[in-house]
């Protein structure tokens, strides 16, 4: 059994645990929500998208450090996006990245420069910046016993590995 097995988070079946409670004082019986791929796909994409945020903070906290933390001009900075449950962006020399949940299945990621204009984040060194009028896209899968899985191009995410990549594409397009 791998380690991230072992100690997987429980919140799961404290919930399960406080759904009946509140079944038992309000009478209301709910016996096929746990097979509703919608609320799972729900739950997956804002989980997904809190813990892609979270890893970002962090090595953005690390990069704003080493560059001269908060008071230097080439800060990169971090916002929510209103009226979302998650969404958010990075900002620095007027060049946005953003990461949005489109659906519950679906996770965008995109430039936005000068503002307006859209595009994919570079994959390989022979993408041109700006070529594509597009973003990334991430799709859940869901698989048996509804495991969810997040994919790009058809392959598993590597959450580290895609936070590394944005990232340093970010960073490299949004320096002086």
Known sequence: MELSQQFAPTNWIENLAYEELNMDESGVVIMNQHLDPNILLEESSVNFMNALRDKVEIFISKFNECRGGQSSINHVKIFKISNTVNDFMLFRNSLRMVFARKSN???????????????????????????SNQTHDLKAHVGPFNRIIWKFQGEEIDLDAMVRHYLTEFIRHSAK
């Open 105 to 131: 299945d679906q996770i965008s990621i995109g430039l936005l420069v000068n503002g307006k204009d859209l595009y994919a984040p570079r994959l390989t060194e022979f993408d041109s910046f700006g070529a």
